[in-house]
């Protein structure tokens, strides 16, 4: 008897098909977010950690004065102080407006998240580096290596190693924070099941759904990870 309130709730007039709608959309967004945070959370650890002193030769407290460390701590506190749902209406309702409508919202989403994870990915890294052997830098400038190098060659790849399961919990927050994009008219998981509630009049199964569905993904992309971390470990 139940199963076949199940089927009329998502089978009849192909209502699982908004589930799969939303299931795509949410991907989408979560996979276009963790390559836009991964990069400009990167550039940020870095711009905090970096030695660029313009100002050096003038003399005084403006000599210690770094506009590249001094922009990546504004934004972290910024971005980290906000909810993620303001930032995300501010993106489609300010900035992606006029010429911009039209953009996409898998596009404003995945931008508006990026952004917003790329704060945290920024922290997680910089601790990862702080948290390696000052000898790691003072070797690599030893062999001639100028500071980018040094960064690129030898320190981010060792500190990746021991934030990846940090960056692991952050991507899985990101998949599940995509859940408010319906503020802006997306139309990921959890809007579909809505989608499905205001049709059936049934708001549990819809939910228990979306939520199993949450379950699923996270598990595989969890197990998924640590496949990844133990090979990092055995090329150690």
């Known amino acids: 008897m139940y199963l076949q309130t199940l089927a009329d709730i998502f089978l009849k007039d192909s209502r699982y098909m908004y589930i799969l709608g939303g299931l795509k959309f949410s ?3 979560t996979l276009f977010a963790t390559v836009i945070g991964v990069v400009w959370g990167t550039m940020l ?3 905090r950690l970096s030695h660029f002193y313009p100002f050096k030769s003038m003399g005084g407290k403006i000599a210690k004065l770094n506009p590249l460390e001094g922009f990546s701590l504004a934004y972290v506190d910024i971005v980290r102080g906000t909810p993620a749902v303001v930032q995300l209406m501010i993106l489609a ?6 010429s911009l409508r039209h953009t996409p919202i898998l596009v ?3 931008i508006a998240f990026g952004l917003n994870s790329g704060a945290y990915v920024a922290e997680i890294i910089r601790a990862g580096i702080e948290g390696l052997p000052k000898g790691q830098m003072e070797a690599a400038r030893a062999l001639g290596m100028s500071y980018p190098t040094a960064m690129k060659e030898i320190i981010i790849p060792q500190g990746i190693k021991k934030i990846l399961p940090a960056l692991v919990s952050e991507f899985i927050s990101l998949l599940k924070e995509t859940s ?4 802006i008219g997306g139309v990921d998981l959890l809007r579909s099941a809505n989608i499905i509630t205001s049709q059936t009049y049934r708001g549990v199964e819809p939910l228990l759904a979306v939520g199993v569905i949450y379950l699923i993904l996270t598990s ?4 998924f990870m640590r496949k990844v971390e133990g090979g990092l470990k055995v090329s150690d």
Request: charged share 5%; net charge positive; proline share 0%.
């Open 27 to 29: 991907i989408g967004v």
């Open 45 to 47: 650890a870095v711009m």
């Open 93 to 98: 309702n300010i900035i992606f407006v006029g």
């Open 108 to 110: 404003v989403a995945g």
């Open 180 to 183: 408010i994009v319906g503020f």
């Open 220 to 223: 595989l992309f969890t197990k």
